[in-house]
């Protein structure tokens, strides 16, 4: 067999679509010559409906890591109270850089595998003596493959605090409907490699006006990730302060090709398709899910098969049947396993995964259960076409 035909289903990085691969093929440019401000603000301006962003996308060489580093280090002062919300890994790490960059970190801890209730974070605000400076939240939380009712939540902290709403949405935006201004979002990151199918090397940070007043008014000590400096390179020039990831950009320019010629609605549609598929082919063979069917996220599905058997799982669809699953991090570590289903995915790639699960399941079980879970799925799909 071809062994080096990759089956890649981790949530990030995700496979990359061949005519993205030729776009970063180029010859390098300068980016202080003529051509790069029309690449970056053709980029920036595009990306502004799949951020549901008011204004263009800053875009910042760096992981996603890089993106949530430069939402925190742009709005908090040492000794500010921020509210973080944790529900799985992403949530943690968020807490851990408002920490870092000396915030008075308040947890909102979650119980991993659900989603931020509303009222949750209502009476966790009405409990703090504190002014908020921001409330971190992740749209996403990949750990756990859950969805959090951002605008929901986005509602409470206008209503309960004078301070920013600050979106995590690494593993989801470009899969998932976004609107800042709708959901009272005012700092909304990404990184490339995750739906937006290109590979890792750049974090994007969309900002609201709101939230570029804060900034600039923000003391902390900073120099790469210091927004004022994008912001005015972006004003004045189109450009970036620092030399950016210029292949990448070529390569975010094409992904916005490809989104517009599936359309953006589609492309929402498509993700909620191949969740459906893969959360339904899953049940039909017996195996439990981590998070119920209204808060599963459109890019991930985690899967808690019985007897924490999830890593065996994984080792058998990786040795043998070339597919590269992710697993469960932190307190989920051999619990679950993660199936990613966003970027450059469709129904076939659904199907795929599913047929070697099926081989897998057979084989630990000894049981009959091949065209079990593809079957359910194609029914899935075909109610779709
Ligand atoms: C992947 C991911 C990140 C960032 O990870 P990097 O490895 O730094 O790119 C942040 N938040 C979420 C929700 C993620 O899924």
């Not at 974070?121 to 990949?142: G, H, P, Q, R």
């Not at 390179?233 to 517009?260: H, R, W």
């Not at 593809?374 to 109610?383: D, G, I, L, N, S």
Request: overall charge negative.
């Amino acid at each position: 067999m071809f062994l080096d035909k990759e089956y890649l289903f981790t949530p990030g990085p995700t496979p990359i679509p061949d005519r993205v691969k030729i776009a970063m093929n180029q010859p390098m440019i300068g980016h202080r010559g003529a051509a790069f401000p029309v690449l970056l603000e053709d980029v920036a301006t595009r990306l502004q409906p799949v951020f549901g962003a008011d204004n263009p996308v800053l875009i910042i060489s760096g992981s996603g890591t890089g993106a949530l580093e430069t939402a925190a280090v742009n709005v908090i002062d040492p000794g500010d109270d921020v509210v973080v919300i944790v529900g799985g890994a992403f949530g943690d790490r968020f807490a851990k850089i408002c920490e870092a960059h000396g915030a008075n970190v308040h947890k909102l801890e979650v119980e991993w595998g659900t989603a931020c209730q509303p009222e949750q974070l209502e009476d966790f605000i009405k409990s703090l003596d504190a002014n908020v400076k921001a409330v971190f939240a992740t749209y996403c939380e990949t750990s756990t493959s859950i969805i959090h009712p951002i605008k929901q939540l986005g509602e409470v902290t206008k209503r309960l605090t004078d301070g920013l709403f600050i979106v995590d949405g690494v593993s989801c935006i470009g899969g998932v409907p976004a609107d800042m201004a709708g959901w009272n979002i005012d700092i909304l990151v990404s990184g490339s490699q995750k739906a937006l199918m290109l590979p890792p090397g750049l974090a994007f940070v969309a900002v609201s006006d709101h939230a570029k007043e804060a900034i600039q008014k923000t003391k902390n000590t900073r120099f790469y990730f210091d927004l004022n400096r994008y912001f005015d390179n972006y004003d004045q020039k189109k450009s970036t302060p620092f030399t950016p990831a210029i292949s990448l950009i070529y390569g975010a320019q094409e992904v916005c090709n490809m989104i517009d010629e599936e359309g953006w609605e589609n492309v929402i549609k498509r993700h909620e398709l191949l969740k459906t598929m893969t959360r339904e082919g899953v049940k039909a063979l017996g195996i439990p899910l981590l998070t119920n069917d209204k808060e599963a996220s459109p890019t991930v599905t985690a899967v808690m098969p019985k007897d924490d058997q999830a890593n065996a799982i994984r080792k058998i669809m990786k040795d043998k049947y070339h597919i590269s699953l992710a697993g469960g991090q932190q307190k989920l570590s051999g619990k679950i396993f993660r199936i990613g289903h966003m970027g450059y995915c469709n129904p076939y790639d659904v199907l795929t995964v599913l047929a070697a699960l099926e081989m897998t399941i057979k084989e630990m079980e000894n049981k009959d259960v091949l065209g079990l879970a593809t079957k359910r799925a194609q029914e899935v799909w075909a109610e779709h076409v």
